[in-house]
């Protein structure tokens, strides 16, 4: 197929080819309407941007790339430094790529190994409702990391590392029961994620329902329209906006750490306190945690050995040495200052 050029682009959508360029670089001197025009054609049409092809075009047959969608979750920063460490230790080249929130990284992978195949491929975050159609077409070996595909999918056809996500939400909410909490609401992921948020919130089910809790909708708060459910700005605006509507619950369990500290901050903006009003308990284990005031009760993932599994799968299916395998690992219940008994 031809590829598509940023001229290419504005022709389809009715636009200057500066409009295009200002829409990728997400300048705010741009109609937002036209933006998400923009954004969705490029998404259709498979368009990569110059500078990315000029870096793919730089790469040399030992890379390994790496694509993170979740840009604005610190958790996986901590990650990206372990996998650029060990590929480097392995004398490889390393390349990150974000992917958009709202990109397939499927699709993005599909256009790296267009362009110019790396040796393999890491997949930091993403969807678990990828078919066996959709994973047959990458041909560079590849590992996916903090997640794994859902049943039904041959594990012969890929390999994964990660965490049992709905058994460690379950034993989360399970914690902030036995401490006396039976108003539990869920600072969500979007309501049609299919990838963690998702397993995240089957946990959180699955607790209440075996301590005979019934499940109430209203107590999931998911994202407005278009934000990101982990970033602290979600978790401060759909927590204040639930406390502002005279609705109420006696803790919070989020979707990640980084959305409870928006949550925490909600909660002080109201005149309430963590945790003599309101508990809070966190997901992932970022080192803010432990320093935040007070610090967060949470269930830590071990990033730094996941990193590590993840590259060494990833070079044993390079080089031969076996075929695709699977690791969970188990995280860790971390109790500290952001949750109380009552």
Same mark, same amino acid.
């Given at each position: 197929?031809?590829?598509?050029?940023i001229?290419?682009?504005?022709?389809?959508c009715?636009?200057?080819?500066?409009?295009?360029?200002?829409?990728?670089n997400?300048?705010?001197?741009?109609?937002?309407?036209?933006?998400?025009?923009?954004?969705?054609?490029?998404?259709?049409h498979h368009?990569?941007p110059?500078?990315?092809?000029?870096?793919l075009?730089?790469?040399?047959?030992n890379?390994?790339?790496?694509?993170?969608?979740?840009i604005?979750?610190?958790?996986?920063?901590?990650?990206?430094?372990?996998?650029?460490r060990?590929?480097?230790?392995?004398?490889?080249?390393f390349?990150l790529?974000?992917?958009?929130?709202?990109?397939?990284?499927?699709?993005?992978?599909?256009?790296?190994?267009?362009?110019?195949?790396?040796?393999?491929?890491?997949?930091?975050?993403?969807?678990?409702?990828?078919?066996?159609a959709?994973?047959?077409?990458?041909?560079?070996?590849f590992?996916?990391?903090?997640?794994g595909?859902?049943?039904g999918?041959?594990?012969?056809?890929?390999?994964?590392?990660s965490?049992?996500?709905? $058994? =460690? *939400?379950? #034993?989360?909410?399970?914690? %902030? &029961? !036995?401490?006396?909490?039976?108003?539990?609401?869920?600072?969500?992921?979007?309501?049609?994620?299919?990838?963690?948020?998702r397993?995240?919130?089957?946990?959180?089910?699955?607790?209440?329902?075996?301590h005979?809790?019934?499940?109430?909708?209203?107590?999931?708060?998911?994202?407005?329209?278009?934000?990101n459910?982990?970033?602290?700005?979600?978790?401060?605006?759909?927590?204040?906006?639930?406390?502002?509507?005279?609705?109420?619950?006696?803790?919070?369990?989020?979707?990640?750490?980084?959305?409870?500290?928006?949550?925490?901050?909600?909660?002080?903006?109201?005149?309430?306190?963590?945790?003599q009003?309101?508990?809070?308990?966190?997901?992932?284990?970022?080192?803010?945690?432990?320093?935040?005031?007070?610090?967060l009760?949470?269930?830590?993932?071990?990033?730094?050995?996941?990193? $590590? =599994? *993840?590259? #060494?799968?990833?070079?044993? %299916? &390079? !080089?031969?040495?076996?075929?695709?395998?699977?690791?969970?690992?188990?995280?860790?219940?971390v109790?500290?200052?952001?949750?109380?008994?009552?």
């Amino acid at each position: 197929m031809e590829s598509v050029t940023i001229k290419d682009i504005a022709r389809i959508c009715g636009v200057g080819v500066s409009t295009v360029s200002r829409a990728l670089n997400d300048h705010p001197d741009i109609n937002p309407e036209t933006k998400e025009m923009i954004k969705r054609v490029i998404a259709e049409h498979h368009y990569i941007p110059n500078n990315s092809a000029r870096n793919l075009k730089r790469m040399e047959s030992n890379t390994i790339a790496v694509l993170m969608k979740g840009i604005t979750n610190p958790f996986f920063h901590g990650m990206i430094k372990v996998l650029e460490r060990e590929v480097e230790r392995k004398k490889y080249s390393f390349i990150l790529q974000h992917v958009d929130e709202e990109a397939d990284e499927l699709t993005v992978a599909l256009e790296l190994e267009k362009e110019k195949k790396p040796c393999g491929i890491i997949f930091l975050g993403g969807a678990i409702g990828h078919t066996e159609a959709a994973l047959k077409q990458l041909n560079t070996p590849f590992v996916l990391c903090t997640i794994g595909l859902g049943q039904g999918i041959e594990k012969s056809l890929y390999s994964s590392v990660s965490i049992d996500d709905v $058994k =460690e *939400a379950q #034993e989360m909410v399970s914690y %902030l &029961i !036995e401490m006396g909490h039976r108003r539990i609401a869920f600072v969500a992921a979007r309501e049609d994620d299919t990838a963690i948020g998702r397993m995240r919130l089957d946990g959180y089910r699955s607790a209440l329902e075996s301590h005979g809790i019934p499940f109430d909708e209203g107590l999931v708060l998911y994202p407005e329209k278009g934000d990101n459910p982990y970033t602290m700005e979600n978790g401060y605006h759909v927590v204040k906006k639930f406390l502002e509507s005279g609705k109420d619950a006696t803790a919070f369990f989020v979707v990640s750490d980084n959305t409870a500290f928006g949550v925490c901050k909600a909660v002080a903006d109201m005149g309430k306190r963590v945790p003599q009003d309101y508990s809070v308990a966190g997901f992932d284990g970022i080192q803010m945690g432990d320093y935040y005031c007070p610090s967060l009760t949470t269930m830590k993932q071990p990033c730094d050995e996941m990193a $590590k =599994e *993840a590259v #060494e799968i990833l070079f044993d %299916l &390079i !080089e031969g040495r076996s075929g695709n395998r699977h690791r969970i690992f188990p995280a860790e219940l971390v109790k500290r200052e952001s949750v109380r008994r009552i």
